[in-house]
């Protein structure tokens, strides 16, 4: 008994309503979002890591160990914080210990700094990482969805730039 015009009004799903806003709903939807994909997102990131031979990781350890093998150039501390918008320097050095202890990734002192750059075996790690990745999610990844993918990724670029500035203020 539902016309065209009642099926075109949905209303957004949100976790919290009380945070709606006239203003933009789609803000709560969107953060409502961000909350499940990045649950589903870590979880699956963790699990694809246990797969290659990394069991013990977390989801910061496993994004930090991603962004330490990235291009092939050493990073330092400050730097990987910076690219991936980790606020407390204490949580990343925690998981460059945690990854030096589990010979993924080493160091290498030049002067005062200290740069980190994966092992043999993190770059082992990260290319069995690749094959579980691409036979368990890019293999499902509908390619007509790539545009609208890369659509939602350049939203939430913008959108970190908002979060961040309303933190500060």
């Known amino acids: ?14 976790s919290s309503s009380h945070l709606v806003s006239p203003r933009s709903e789609q803000t709560s939807e969107l953060e409502f979002g961000l909350i499940v994909a990045w ?18 990781l977390t989801i910061t350890d496993v994004l930090i160990l991603h962004h330490v093998n990235h291009r092939a150039r050493n990073k330092k501390l400050a ?3 910076f690219v991936l918008n980790y606020e407390d320097t204490h949580v990343v050095a925690y998981a460059l210990k945690k990854l030096v202890a589990a010979e993924l990734v080493q160091t290498e002192k030049v002067g005062k700094e200290v ?4 092992t043999t075996q993190g770059d082992a790690v990260i290319a069995k990482y690749r094959e579980v990745r691409e036979q368990c999610l890019i293999g499902n990844v509908d390619t007509q969805m790539n545009s609208d993918i890369g659509d939602v990724a350049r ?5 970190s730039g908002l979060y961040d500035q309303a ?3």
């Not at 939203?155 to 959108?159: N, V």
């Open 167 to 169: 933190a500060r203020a």
């Open 115 to 118: 740069f980190y750059a994966p």
């Open 79 to 81: 730097d990987i914080c």
């Open 39 to 56: 649950n589903a997102f870590a979880r699956r990131a963790v699990r694809c890591m246990a797969a290659a031979g990394a069991p013990d």
């Open 155 to 159: 939203t939430l670029r913008s959108m």
């Open 1 to 14: 008994a539902h016309n065209a015009a009642t099926r075109s009004v949905q209303r957004p799903i949100v």
